[in-house]
């Protein structure tokens, strides 16, 4: 429609003009999308379940172990090449042009994720984790074929963000904004957004080293604890 004014093709205002027209008459699509929540794995388990990822061999696996290790998204991960990267730093900068919010994101690396990272084979790629090709990076179902062969068929990679944001904010102290930085989300409150400068990153790195040594921690099986007070095994 505002092409067709423009062009001389008609005149008036556009009828399906979103901004201070229909927003005064329907209610906001985000309010009326159904929220898809990804399959995720309960945070006590995560220690369990990266033990026995770090038994896994390959490259996918290590790769799915940084993207827990990180909190980030499967995509920024698989691309992820090694000019963004400054091990001496401990920080990954993800350029905007990869990042959904369309804003350069950087990641503080735990001591973890680092060990990670040295210990990755050296190739030709640009890539940090690259593909069956050279110059590719690793395919989006890659890391969830990993999941699959360690026998879980209902948690997904995405999940591991809300198993990090769950931790986060039953375990943590953290204030929301800093947990919400870490996952890259947009601030939704508008007028804090505008005056909001910093990135957080010192809190930020405190925050993804308390999640790595978390991640470290095997918590014991609560059935099996309650059988074994009761005398039952």
Do not use: Q
């Amino acid at each position: 429609m505002d092409w067709a004014k423009v062009s001389g093709y008609r005149e008036g205002d556009n009828p399906a003009r979103w901004r201070g027209h229909l927003d005064k008459l329907l209610p906001a699509p985000s309010k009326l999308a159904k929220v898809v929540h990804h399959p995720a794995l309960d945070y006590e388990k995560v220690g369990a379940f990266i033990a026995n990822l770090r038994t896994k061999n390959g490259l996918a696996a290590r790769a799915l172990e940084f993207t827990i290790l990180t909190a980030a998204r499967s995509g920024e991960v698989r691309g992820a090449t090694w000019d963004e990267l400054d091990l001496n730093k401990k920080l990954w900068v993800i350029p905007e042009s990869r990042m959904k919010m369309d804003r350069e994101h950087e990641v503080p690396l735990s001591g973890a994720a680092i060990s990670i990272l040295k210990a990755l084979p050296h190739t030709d790629s640009p890539y940090v984790f690259p593909g069956a090709k050279v110059n590719a990076p690793m395919s989006d179902m890659t890391l969830s074929k990993v999941i699959r062969r360690m026998g879980d068929n209902k948690i997904t990679v995405h999940g591991f963000r809300s198993t990090f944001r769950d931790w986060a904010a039953e375990t943590t102290s953290y204030p929301r904004d800093v947990c919400e930085m870490a996952l890259a989300h947009a601030i939704e409150n508008e007028a804090e957004a505008a005056y909001r400068r910093g990135n957080l990153l010192a809190k930020r790195t405190r925050l993804m080293a308390d999640w790595s040594r978390y991640c470290d921690m095997v918590r014991p099986n609560v059935s099996e604890n309650v059988h074994r007070l009761r005398g039952d095994g």
